[in-house]
DNA sequence: AACATATATATGAATAATCGAATATGCTAA
DNA sequence: TTAGCATATTCGATTATTCATATATATGTT
C-alpha cells in the first residue's frame, strides 16, 4: 500500500479521535440535525462543537445543507456508522480491559 | 452512550491516527512478526518503530510474546482487521476525492 | 566474565491539537 | 437599513504527539 494512501487513513483516524466528534456522529446516527439542535443535544461550546464539525466536514466525514438560516449536518457514509458499531462490539469484547485502561486515565488527572 | 465509552473508543482512533502504526498493523495482518521483521519491512530508525508498537500496546491493540532474544507482535482481536478492511472498502467508495484531498495535503508541503 | 544482538525507554526540541473568548459572516425579519 | 439569530472563523495559551539521539535492559554467545 503507497505510503499516501496510510497518511490518507491516518488523517481519517486522526479525525475520529476526540469524544466530541465521536458523540456528534452518534447524534447524526439516525438522520440529519442542524448545528444547533447538535450543539444543544451536546450541551457543549457553540464555537467548541462548531470547530469539531469544521474537522468533520475537511475529512468529508459529514456533509452539510444549508436550509435559511441553519445547517444541516449528516454522515456522508453509512460505512462510518458500521465502523462505530464495530467498536462498540469491540469494546463489549474487552469490557474489562477497557474499564481498567480509562481508570488508569482518570487516575492519570 | 456513557462518556466513558467515547473516550475509550477516541482514544483507540487516535492510536491508529498515524501513518506508521497502520503500516504496522498491515504487516501483522497474516500473524505475528518479530520487531525486527516489521523493522527491517517499513525500512525506519528502531526506536521509532519501538515507540509506535509502545503506543499499540498500551491501547492492547498489538500483543506481544517474547522468545529468547526477540519479541513477536500480534493484533489481539480479528475485529481490528475487520476495522481497517471497513476502512478500506470506505476509501475504495471514496476513492476520487480521496485523492483529491491526497493532492491537497501533498500540496501544502 | 565480556561482548554482541534485540528491543525498550528517557530526554528534549519541533510540531500539531485543543479550548475559550472574541469576532466575523450570512440569512431573515421588521 | 438595522437588528437579531445561527453558524463559522480567528487568535492565543495550553497541552499532547512526534522524532531523533542517546542510553538502558535483557538475552544469548564466547
Known amino acids: 500500500m503507497p505510503d499516501t494512501l496510510r497518511r490518507f487513513k491516518a488523517e481519517f483516524f ?27 443535544k451536546l450541551g457543549m461550546e457553540q464555537a467548541n462543537v462548531s470547530q469539531h464539525l469544521a474537522v468533520l466536514r475537511g475529512k468529508q466525514i459529514v456533509v452539510n445543507r444549508k436550509a435559511g ?5 449528516s454522515v456522508r457514509d453509512p460505512l462510518i456508522i458500521e465502523v462505530l458499531d464495530l467498536m462498540r462490539k469491540y469494546f463489549h469484547a474487552h469490557l474489562s480491559e477497557a474499564l481498567a485502561m480509562l481508570e488508569e486515565m482518570e487516575a492519570h488527572r
Open 14 to 40: 486522526q479525525a475520529l479521535a476526540h469524544p466530541t466528534r465521536i458523540a456528534i456522529l452518534e447524534q447524526l446516527r439516525d438522520g440529519e440535525l442542524s448545528a444547533g439542535a447538535i450543539i444543544e
Open 69 to 73: 438560516n441553519q445547517v444541516f449536518y
